[in-house]
């Protein structure tokens, strides 16, 4: 049951792995997983990394080890209620007594069930105080539930306690009921339960009119799922307003490090004893961060436009969040002996003049390379060759998608030239990495 | 490490469930907690809160742009030491010369390397048994820091600078972890892998009454009705910087001041915004939306 599961969770786009079955396995060993809730709330502690791995960790967690697949855009009710797991659960629930309620609400007391925690429980078992000061409006409810609800004890014997259950054990017990999983039929226990102990309380916890748990996991479960809040944002999709974050959060990985000597106090100290007192500076480079950025951006054709707007914002924003300096050209599909220093294009700038600027601005050229070819003509290549050759940092990003450039010619030209990515956040992080790898070997 | 009992919070915070969880569990298993969420939502006051109501010592790191792994383990005071080894040759010429008088290293000796070290909070937190450690807006640090952190926090052994001594800790005296984020930059994944991850998601309503009544025990229920009830208006404004509780309490704070009837009014003509808005443009959009519904004022 559980050597899959960095598998499944992988495939939910979540980072697990050998390290997170280890971590749990100490988890375990600790005591911390008596229930299903319990190992809900410990994987999302050591799987989540981010709000938005909540909502996939969520769906992994019900597919992995409720086996309830929810299908895209389908409410988790309706997961819930075509699945094996929460049919078993129902006809055992109706084992004593025919229950009269519609799925739809059954499903409220299931998944409180599910995520009812070893912490409820004790709460529960140590609640007497609670017990005596019951809400009256819940109590309405106990009734219709389940016939026997008032009687705690038996609740509470119904209730799985996996305290004393030896590591080792509960994991062959997982294994087993997995074993029946793949055979379905054998009925009765499903995951972790066995015979008439479940850790979900078999209506016990909810329908003793106490809720345990209150406003607790399931509840937040089910807010993550289908909500995108709790979804992480498509890295591969086009650059627009809701990403732009995602993309600025990648352009904070340009660091720079300048050049400034300082002395070195240790290797001072420490040459000017081994002198026997006589101390010659040794002097070292400082590094610190700085960011200097130039953007270039084709803003004359059509299949522009609809880009630049958002460029520009996400720049902007970089700006004033992190960035020193911040030069922005542009041009018209190519460029020949300059760019422009206006959107309008009427202040000229001499590519030598651009060329004596520090070398280690990280320029962005942001197009999309489609002309025709007669106007990338040699003398315009020669150009681009020039910049690459001075500026150490240069990035081609381009907003058309990756499958289409090899179909221009002047773009798969240009691609030779400059590395080139999709003007993507995911497209202008692997931008960024690229440039720093260049920096480090330079 | 008092790991039996699950803290859930104190008389000043109410640290929601599953916040409370995530801190038992990461207690127990030896992991640091890494706490993000809203600013304003209570991240900082964790630990401190624990500390004190637990009665542990607590040991602070606030992370800046500058932060290093130097100044969070321990660094060497190259400076003192140049210092003293030159008042040593002093003192020999001096003895020389058959002068008694000796210049003074403040009971430091030059051999002795460890005198030299100057501890930071992470080696503090390591040699106090049971201590609590809370390493504050890790997001701010320079992007090697986090990296620089992971021996450190994944082997509960530190070895101080030049001295070569080693500080380590047994499991059961570890100190508790707590690391806060405001998602200002993305934390590296292997960090991330080694800690114990929460969001602090925003309290709903009845749970920031409960909030507000843990810090203001005596306010009027009016009052404080409307208060919450004004707060989550704003939050659903789309505002660019939401108030959080933070700002909340402080508002209530500021009402306190008065007597009831005047601080009803204040609110009914949504005053003392400044510690609720912080942006000129939000600062707009609730006048125009939350007081142009109000009659009191025109």
Redesign the interface.
């Known amino acids: 049951m559980f050597d899959q599961l960095p598998e499944t969770f992988r495939s939910f786009k979540l980072n697990a792995d050998v390290r997170t079955l280890l971590q749990l396995r100490q988890a375990m060993d600790k005591g911390l997983v008596k229930t299903v809730g319990d190992l809900f709330y410990v994987l999302k502690g050591l799987v989540t990394t981010s709000p938005t791995d909540i909502g996939p960790f969520s769906k992994a967690f019900y597919a992995h080890f409720l086996s309830i697949n929810i299908v895209p855009g389908e409410p988790l009710e309706e997961a819930v209620i075509r699945s094996d797991t929460f049919q078993e659960w129902k006809d055992k629930l109706e084992e004593d007594e025919k229950i009269d309620i519609p799925d739809i609400d059954l499903v409220n007391q299931f998944l409180d069930e599910v995520h009812t925690t070893s912490y409820d429980i004790k709460n529960f078992l140590s609640g007497q105080d609670i017990l005596d000061k019951r809400d009256p409006d819940l109590e309405d409810t106990d009734a219709p539930i389940d016939g026997e609800a008032s009687d705690k004890t038996n609740i509470l014997d119904r209730m799985a306690d996996y305290r004393d259950v030896p590591l080792e054990e509960l994991l062959k017990r997982m294994r087993e009921v997995a074993k029946h999983q793949k055979t379905r039929h054998e009925g009765g226990d499903y995951w972790i339960g066995q015979g008439g102990v479940s850790p979900y309380g078999n209506g016990g916890a909810a329908a003793g009119g106490i809720r345990v748990g209150g406003a607790g996991g399931g509840k937040m479960a089910r807010a993550a799922i289908n909500n995108k809040d709790f979804y992480p944002v498509d890295a591969k999709a086009p650059l627009r307003d809701d990403n732009i974050d995602a993309a600025l959060a990648a352009l904070k990985g340009i660091e720079e490090a300048s050049t400034d000597i300082i002395l070195d106090v240790p290797v001072t100290i420490k040459e000017g004893l081994k002198q026997g007192g006589i101390f010659l500076p040794i002097e070292k480079e400082k590094r610190q961060q700085r960011i200097q950025v130039i953007l270039m951006i084709d803003n004359g054709g059509w299949s522009m436009s609809p880009y630049i707007r958002i460029v520009q914002k996400l720049f902007a924003k970089m700006k004033t969040r992190f960035a020193h300096d911040l030069k922005t050209y542009y041009f018209h599909n190519t460029i020949y002996g300059g760019l422009y220093s206006d959107a309008a294009r009427t202040k000229f700038e001499d590519l030598d003049k651009i060329n004596i600027q520090d070398k280690n601005y990280s320029v962005f050229v942001i197009g999309d390379a489609d002309m025709a070819p007669y106007e990338l003509h040699r003398n315009s290549i020669r150009d681009w060759q020039k910049l690459n050759k001075h500026f150490k940092r240069m990035a081609w990003l381009n907003p058309m998608h990756e499958n289409e450039w090899y179909g221009s010619m002047t773009c798969s030209i240009i691609s030779q030239i400059f590395p080139m990515f999709e003007l993507t956040p995911a497209g202008i992080e692997a931008a960024i990495l690229e440039m720093n790898r260049k920096r480090n070997f330079q | 490490m008092a790991t039996d009992t699950?803290w859930t919070g104190s008389e000043k915070y109410l640290c929601d469930?599953?916040l409370?969880?995530?801190f038992?569990?990461?207690r127990?298993?030896g992991?640091p907690l890494l706490i993000?969420g809203e600013p304003g939502t209570g991240k900082t006051e964790l630990p401190l809160q624990f500390a004190q109501d637990m009665g542990l010592d607590l040991f602070v790191y606030p992370v800046g742009?500058k932060s290093s792994v130097e100044q969070f383990v321990a660094k060497?005071d190259?400076?003192k030491?140049?210092r003293d080894?030159?008042v040593e040759?002093l003192n020999a010429q001096r003895e020389e010369k058959g002068m008694k008088t000796k210049l003074s290293t403040g009971g430091r000796q030059t051999e002795n390397l460890q005198d030299y070290v100057l501890k930071g909070p992470a080696t503090k937190a390591f040699s106090t048994p049971n201590s609590v450690l809370l390493i504050d807006e890790i997001d701010k640090a320079?992007?090697e820091f986090p990296n620089d952190l992971l021996y450190a926090l994944s082997h509960r052994k530190l070895v101080m600078p030049e001295s070569g001594e080693i500080i380590e800790v047994k499991e059961e005296n570890m100190p508790t972890i707590v690391i806060t984020s405001n998602?200002e930059?993305?934390?590296p994944?292997a960090f991330?892998?080694r800690c114990?991850?929460?969001?602090i998601?925003f309290p709903?309503k009845?749970t920031m009454h409960e909030i507000v009544e843990k810090h203001y025990p005596t306010m009027n229920d009016e009052l404080q009705d409307k208060c919450i009830n004004l707060f989550y208006q704003m939050r659903s404004l789309g505002l660019e910087r939401a108030p959080a509780t933070r700002e909340l309490l402080s508002w209530i704070k500021y009402l306190n001041s008065f007597k009831k009837a005047e601080a009803l009014t204040k609110v009914n003509r949504v005053e003392g915004m400044g510690v609720l808005i912080k942006n000129q443009k939000d600062l707009q959009k609730v006048q125009t939306r939350l007081m142009g519904k109000n009659p009191n004022n025109n």
Do not use: D, W
């Not at chain 2, 114990?196 to 969001?199: F, G, K, Q, T």
């Open positions: 699950m469930r599953e409370a969880q995530a038992h569990m990461a127990v298993i992991m993000e742009s060497f190259h400076v030491y140049l080894s030159q040759i320079p992007r998602r930059q993305e934390l994944t991330k892998g114990v991850y929460h969001y998601s709903p009845e």
